[in-house]
């Protein structure tokens, strides 16, 4: 157990919908990274945030968002969602972002279909 | 653009052999490089990592090299063994902070 917590652990949704994908770091750590993970894919790095800011973003597309609250939690919302968002979703955390602090920790990961 | 070339995409080693993956990066300027092991239905684990400023790092069993001047990095396991099975993904981080991963490496140790 790596401490990282996601919420829900499936999802099953229809086209066009919304949902939003939780995430909870593990104590201390201040950086929050999402991540897709599809069978063609790979792994695909979304985005960072550090304590509160955004930080990095990759290839996150413009239906989807995320946010770090004062807690430190992070919610990735997805919106007018289509076949081939179905993937799964992971979280990670690390202390921070700076050198000696980046070592990622993942969560177990949201799993969404979409029909 | 953004690119992290991983290879052998699939690899079988007898058990006690060395196994070996090969990654390479397009950005000169990436400064850190972590490996992962994904075991089935599973998170992804960081095994190992390296920094720029190093060229080898080793932990038991498991080593990474790093040529800046080339832009790749390996991942060396020894003395392989069943539970060593997995896929494998290097990943690379870019001086704007973003991740980029390999297509993974799908690891197979016969006993």
Known sequence: DSGVTQTPKHLITATGQRVTLRCSPRSGDLSVYWYQQSLDQGLQFLIQYYNGEERAKGNILERFSAQQFPDLHSELNLSSLELGDSALYFCASSVGGLPYQETQYFGPGTRLLVL | ?111
């Not at chain 2, 052999?17 to 960081?46: H, M």
């Not at chain 2, 720029?52 to 790093?66: C, F, M, P, Y």
């Not at chain 2, 003395?79 to 799908?106: I, K, L």
């Open chain 2, 1 to 111: 653009g953004e690119n992290v070339e991983q290879h052998p995409s699939t690899l079988s080693v007898q058990e006690g052999d060395s196994a070996v993956i090969k990654c390479t990066y397009s950005d000169s300027a990436s400064n850190y490089f972590p490996w992962y092991k994904q075991e089935l239905g599973k998170r992804p684990q960081l095994i190992i990592d390296i920094r720029s400023n190093v060229g080898e790092k080793k932990d038991q069993r498991i080593a990474v090299t790093l040529n800046k001047t080339a832009k790749h990095f390996s991942l060396h396991i020894t003395e392989t063994q069943p539970e060593d099975s997995a896929v494998y993904f290097c990943a690379a981080r870019w001086p704007g902070n973003q991740f980029y991963f390999g297509t993974g490496t799908s690891l197979t140790v016969i006993p």
